[in-house]
Structures are given as structure tokens and as C-alpha cells.
């Protein structure tokens, strides 16, 4: 912005006083006109994708660790699963390969979307010529007993011609618990809200371990099966 010295202010130099304020005036008045371009542009309603603002007024807190927002929803009421909101980032830093078309030929990788969600982290696994996975540990309340049930929400994106939909099991008693979804899972290529019903094998104890497995899909080949993970919360 022009900031006249003291002295320019003083003495007019070889300008006659009636020229200088001239100059001055043309100069206030394009300052002004600058002045109103940018109001404008501010109130134009542009944005910027990964501008934290929104998450920020949405209630979400900042994780140092992972370097990214965290959903208000992970600290839900009676959600005991705060892991959902990957508050460190990705469970493990290399994906397993939970089934193996061609070990020799495998793509498998598990990326963090820091903003894909809502503003919100997500986890994205891709898969070929094998199915990504990711792990996490439950810590399931003594309300849950053998045959009993309890309820998983997330949102979900799939990617490439070939994705089926979201993938996952909960490991218990050396088996995958029974899985109800609705919807039922289905190549969406936008964020989805899935509820999955999971009713726990009868032999299962109060105590016992239980494991979340998430799945990228997979392909024998071809476009990568990607499937991508946010703000996945538990409830009893």
C-alpha cells in the first residue's frame, strides 16, 4: 500500500501545491478502488478445499499426531470405537494382503485422505492382484455376550470399475462374525453412509478378542479395487 514519508507530506518538491493534491487524490482513490476489489472477492463465496475453517466450526478437534481434523462424531455418546476416526494416522503403515491372487504381481497400498470426508480424514486401501487390508482391535463392552449384537456406522467411497462396495470382518473365535448391511454394499462413487448389523458367533465371551478387518476388494488384474473409509463409529 503507498505510505507517503514525512517529508512528501511536507513539501510538495517541484509540484505546485495544486498538483500534489491532485496526485494525492488519484492516489486515495485508487487505494479505494483496490480496497473494494478485494471485499468483493472475499464475499464472493470462494473457498479452498482443505481449508480446516469448516471442520473447525463443525466441532472437530485437531490431532497433532495424524496432522489432520477429527470428527466431533468419534467422541459420540456411547461410540466405543475412537479408533474409526484414525486419529494416528493408518492402523499400520503397510497393508496386509488378506487374499493372494498372485503374490509375484501384488498392488497394495493404504493412504490417509486428509481432508476426503467432510473435511474429515479418511482411509483409502487399494487392491490388485490381491485384497488390501487393515486391522484394528475392538474393545467391545460386557453388554456384547454370544449371539448378542452390536451396530457398526461408517461412510464409504469405492473407486475403479471393478469395486464392489465396502469390506469387512469382524475376527472372533477363529471365524468372521455375521454381517447385515444396509444399504447392502455396491460400487458408490460418492460418500456413503452404511450401517452393518454384527451379530457375534455363540461361542463368543465377554473378554474374548476381537479384531476389525477393512478391505480394499480386490482384482485379478486390471483397474485397482479402492475402497475408502471414514468416520466409522460402534454402538451397542
Known sequence: MFS??????????????GQSAVEYGFIIAL?????LSVLSKVGSGTSHALAPLPVALAGGTYSSGAGYWVPPSSSSSGNFFPEGAFPNGLWQSTPGNCHDWDPSQA????????????????????GSYGNACETQNINLPSSVTGGGTFIIN???????????????????????????????????????NFIATVTMPASYVPGDSATLFLYSGE????????????????FT
Open 154 to 192: 461408517l461412510y464409504a467411497e469405492t473407486q475403479g470399475p471393478l469395486s464392489v462396495g465396502p469390506s469387512m470382518c469382524v475376527w472372533t473365535q477363529n471365524e468372521c462374525a455375521l454381517i447385515s448391511w444396509s444399504p447392502q454394499p455396491s460400487n458408490v462413487s460418492t460418500w456413503t
Open 4 to 17: 507517503p514519508t514525512r517529508t512528501e507530506l511536507q513539501s510538495p518538491g517541484l509540484h505546485s501545491r
Open 107 to 126: 498392488v497394495l497400498t493404504a493412504q490417509m485422505q486428509p481432508y476426503a470426508y467432510d473435511g474429515y480424514a479418511a482411509m483409502a486401501l487399494s
Open 31 to 35: 487505494i479505494a478502488i483496490m480496497l
Open 219 to 234: 482384482t485379478d488384474g486390471g483397474p485397482a479395487a479402492v475402497n475408502a473409509y471414514a468416520d466409522i463409529q460402534m
